[in-house]
Nanobody
Framework: QVHVVESGGGLVQAGGSLRLSCAAS????????MVWFRQAPGKEREFVAV????????DYSDSVKGRFTIFKDNVKNMGYLQMNSLKPEDTAVYYC?????????????????WGQGTQVTVSS
C-alpha cells in the first residue's frame, strides 16, 4: 500500500525560503513521477510543480516558475520542493502525489496517492 507524507512546512517571512519533503512508502521514486499541488482556504487545489518519473523533465506553474525547484532523490526515495523568494500568496497547504511511469501530468484527477499536506504560511 502506498503511503505519502509531506513535511517541511512552516511560517516564514516574505522573501524567505523553505524546502518541502515528500516521503513515500510502497513505491519507489525511480519509477514514479512526483507532483506538488497546493490549496489555499476557499480555493481549489492548484498545480505547483511536477517532475517526470525519469527525472528528465520538469514543469512549473507560471506563479512559481523561477522561484521553486522540484527534484527527487531516488537513493533516499524522497522528493523535494525548494521554495525561494516566497510571497504571501504562496500561503497554502501543500500536497505531494505520485503516479507510476508518468510524465509531467498537471491534473489532480490523475493522481491516486496523496499525503495529508503540510502548511506553508508566508507573512508580509
Amino acid at each position: 500500500q502506498v503511503h505519502v507524507v509531506e513535511s517541511g512546512g512552516g511560517l516564514v517571512q516574505a522573501g524567505g525560503s523553505l524546502r518541502l519533503s515528500c516521503a513515500a512508502s510502497g513505491l519507489t521514486f525511480s519509477s514514479y513521477n512526483m507532483v506538488w499541488f497546493r490549496q489555499a482556504p476557499g480555493k481549489e487545489r492548484e498545480f505547483v510543480a511536477v517532475i517526470s518519473w525519469s527525472g528528465g523533465t520538469t514543469d512549473y506553474s507560471d506563479s512559481v516558475k523561477g522561484r521553486f525547484t522540484i527534484f527527487k532523490d531516488n537513493v533516499k526515495n524522497m522528493g523535494y520542493l525548494q521554495m525561494n523568494s516566497l510571497k504571501p500568496e504562496d500561503t497554502a497547504v501543500y500536497y505531494c502525489a505520485s503516479r507510476k511511469y508518468a510524465g509531467t501530468f498537471r491534473a489532480p484527477a490523475l493522481y491516486d496517492n496523496w499525503g495529508q499536506g503540510t502548511q506553508v504560511t508566508v507573512s508580509s
